[in-house]
């Protein structure tokens, strides 16, 4: 039945916005890439097989196909998703603690007032220690494939590439900057998160992103940057 | 005929220098820990099986037994090998590149100075990017299996303790220390230096680890210290 709908003409080239795509088409996307990371959570990423991501989101094998051309595909089409839903988490807790403290024209704020920011948009992150397993599985992947490694670095750099024109206005609005390479210290620091996740899973540490992170992300973000 | 030596009753425990065990089975588990690191560099950790490295040492199933329980405790004596190189290659590049320039008690260095040595010290430093790949699969592996997860952990907050140790002390003799928690930022600039090795394999870099982090570890490194 969905199959049949699925068969439409539409390019699956995994813009979420492409003008021919219909509401439904989305809907089916959605579901999959839903199914799709709970196999790559539950299995990982490796052993998932289109049969079972498929079978998950209650559709055909041929269903799948009309979505997207492989597993590979089906993973960056998740990478933009998260992507995008991580920026727009990042930007609303900007609007959200920053903005109102330093105005529209910006202002100095003292280490304790950015310390308090950092945190509350810290809380606001979504906070699945699952989708950072799947996305550690998915890079090895890709140093082992160069079919695939080529684009995913390319979302990888795109994603520290808006993530660092988010962070360096923000800071650059509370009258600080970077003394290092802005993009790297935000890689240096989505690594630390990165870090702090994975030795939270090996340790079984229960406590929440923000409750690790909340003393060690403001302290490298103050001792990396300085006033304008 | 290796087999009969290695039915001798020694603990199969890791330690290199455990007092009953004999040169020749000190070779013998050398020569598996080589031979393993080919076969996970060259076919994964979780594919490769145990008598694929016992073949690729020239051993029985039955040899490689003898001396490890498990892949995962042989990998345990790999990371245990590596740290003890690296950490001797650290400590090496200290005593010939920074010690001559700030004496017995110790000296002011300036950046250009620092910057100048911490990029001899990396030169020294092996530069294997199948290590990197090798130990990031056994980390997954480690993240999605509780059973040796804490001992994972335990290898690898040993390692960055020591380090932190040997990178602290001669910060201390340049008379500079860091400004976050030491052990932070060691892991950070680790971390630093493995996201630069993933990146120079997926996007096919072909420089060597110095030449890529010789600009980024320096400065990183300036960034999270001051001057005593």
Redesign the interface.
């Known amino acids: 039945m969905e199959s049949t709908t699925l068969s439409e003409a539409v390019p699956a080239d995994g813009r979420e916005d492409a003008p021919a795509e219909s509401a439904r088409r989305r809907r089916t996307r959605a579901r999959l890439l839903d199914a799709a990371f709970e196999v790559f959570a539950d299995q ?1 990423v ?1 052993a998932a097989s289109v049969e079972t991501i498929a079978e998950a989101a209650g559709f055909t094998r041929g269903a799948f196909y009309s979505n997207f051309s492989s597993k590979e595909e089906l993973f960056f089409a998740l990478m933009e998703r998260e992507k995008t839903m991580r920026l727009e988490q990042l930007n609303s807790g900007v609007a959200q603690f920053l903005t109102p403290l330093v105005g529209e024209h910006g202002a100095d704020l003292g280490d304790q007032e950015v310390i308090q920011t950092i945190t509350r948009i810290l809380e606001l992150q979504s906070d699945d220690r699952r989708w950072w ?1 799947v996305q ?2 998915f ?2 992947m ?3 494939d ?1 079919s695939i ?2 684009d ?2 390319r979302y ?1 750099d795109e994603f520290f590439s808006d993530l660092t024109e988010i962070v360096v206005e923000a800071l650059s609005s509370a009258r600080r900057r970077f ?3 802005p993009e ?1 210290a935000v ?2 620091i989505a ?2 998160c990165a ?1 702090g996740e ?2 939270a ?4 540490d229960q406590r929440t992103f923000t409750e690790r992170l909340s003393a ?1 992300v403001p ?2 973000l103050l ?2 940057t300085e006033r304008i």
């Open positions: 990982g490796r397993l550690a599985e890079q090895l890709a140093l082992r160069h490694a080529a995913y670095l990888h003394t290092i390479d790297e890689r240096v690594e630390l870090n994975a030795r899973v090996l340790a079984d060690s302290a490298i001792a990396l």
